[in-house]
């Protein structure tokens, strides 16, 4: 005869506990907070963009009440060849910088992904040496100088085209992928290539997507570099555009020469400015959120 003992219900970890009205209150009071912390700086830079030269006057600066929009500060920028040059180089080198960076990094970290592969040991261990030994901005410079690539475009390119963070977390997301399933793909024919383009790459869409992401937000925002080897003005991206005239105040061409009848104050032109800088990574970020979780902490993690 056997006797049936009961079980105690387990107990739900805390974070799977539904939480009390007060819990609930603090969550989106922290929330709220937090919006209101992100949003807030967005919208004053956005409205002092739209605004005119007497409400920026009577704010004594940042706008925060509006009065009237007008688009005057924006119809300089681009009327102005600089900045519009800028928005086309800055535009040029995120695409093309991404597609190179992406590809190489894709290529390098399904190498190194296989075991037994050409050099794999000698090669894995120089991408985990970069994490902690860098060449350098004197070596880098003599480099990019010494291969005559002062003032190109690949300057702004090729010395920052590979990070090792992110051949590391595509590393780690390959080696997550099942071997049978690349077997299997070897057994009816199918070459390296093939599967990394046919296989590999399709269950790979998430982490590949973040990847990218970082490379096109890294080269948006890159002004260092155009600052060290662009010495034409004419080559700027808009972030080197930013930090001359926004962050170090020199005179906007745009804001003073040409310009009459009511022109906009240049703290609209400066705010201008950074909304179309910000702009690109408000439209990118929404796009590639989904995938943050699955891509980086997946392939942070596992492998």
Request: proline fraction near 7%; charge should be positive; aromatic fraction near 10%.
């Amino acid at each position: 005869m056997t006797t049936l003992t009961s079980r105690k219900p387990s107990r739900l970890a805390p974070w799977e506990e539904r939480p009390s009205p007060i819990g609930q209150l603090g969550k989106g009071t922290l929330l709220t907070l937090i919006l209101v912390a992100v949003l807030g700086p967005l919208y004053t830079i956005v409205l002092t963009s739209l605004s005119s030269s007497a409400t920026v006057t009577r704010a004594g600066g940042l706008v925060l009440v509006p009065d009237g929009i007008t688009f005057e500060a924006y119809r300089q920028i681009f009327s102005d060849t600089v900045v519009s040059r800028a928005v086309l180089v800055s535009t040029g080198v995120t695409v093309v910088g991404t597609l190179i960076s992406a590809g190489v990094s894709i290529l390098g970290a399904y190498s190194l992904s296989r075991p037994g592969s050409f050099l794999h040991r000698p090669l894995l261990f120089s991408v985990l040496l970069m994490f902690v030994f860098f060449p350098g901005i004197i070596p880098v410079y003599l480099m990019v100088s010494g291969l005559g690539l002062k003032d190109s475009y690949w300057s702004l390119i090729l010395p920052t085209a590979v990070s090792a963070f992110n051949v590391v977390v595509l590393r780690s997301f390959f080696m997550n992928i099942p071997q049978e399933i690349l077997d299997s793909a070897r057994i009816d024919g199918a070459g390296e290539f093939r599967i990394l383009f046919r296989i590999v790459l399709p269950m790979s869409k998430a982490v590949t997507a973040v990847v990218a992401m970082f490379y096109a937000v890294g080269y948006w925002n890159a002004w260092f570099n155009a600052m060290l080897y662009m010495d034409d003005t004419r080559k700027w991206p808009l972030a080197l555009i930013l930090r001359q005239y926004v962050v170090d105040s020199n005179p906007l061409p745009a804001a003073t020469a040409g310009v009459t009848g009511d022109a906009p104050p240049t703290l609209a032109i400066k705010m201008a400015i950074v909304v179309i800088a910000v702009i690109p990574a408000l439209i990118m970020y929404p796009l590639v959120q989904r995938h943050f979780t699955k891509g980086v902490i997946v392939g942070a993690i596992k492998g």
